[in-house]
């Protein structure tokens, strides 16, 4: 099983969300062109309502504590409320390309 349908399966069963998106990243990065090191996570959950950003991200690492471990390397998270991902129209946030040293 590929990391990116690891993680889909791993945080559709903790979070049930309404969206999950999770994009493999990890072409944007010089350091592991074609790998499986860097994911866009774009997550809509109940379970996000009332906490703050801060929470919500604290959360979804510890759901993927042993994924992080096993040697992925980042998640560009973006947790929403239902309300929240249909104030912003269900639009997925861009990503850039990386500009940092070799990651």
């Not at 990391?3 to 072409?27: M, R, Y």
């Not at 379970?47 to 560009?76: I, M, P, T, W």
Request: aromatic share 6%.
């Amino acid at each position: 099983m590929s990391k990116q349908q690891a993680l889909t399966e791993k945080l559709s069963q903790k979070f049930l969300p309404h969206f999950i998106h999770i994009e493999n990243e990890s072409h944007r990065h010089r350091a592991d062109r074609g790998g499986e090191s860097h994911f866009k996570v774009v997550l809509v959950s109940d379970q996000f309502n009332e906490l703050s950003r801060v929470a919500r991200h604290k959360l979804v690492y510890q759901c993927v504590a042993q994924e992080l471990a096993d040697g992925l390397h980042a998640l560009a998270l973006h947790t929403f409320t239902l309300a929240e991902w249909r104030a912003r129209d269900r639009q997925i946030p861009q990503s850039t390309n990386c500009l940092g040293g070799g990651h």
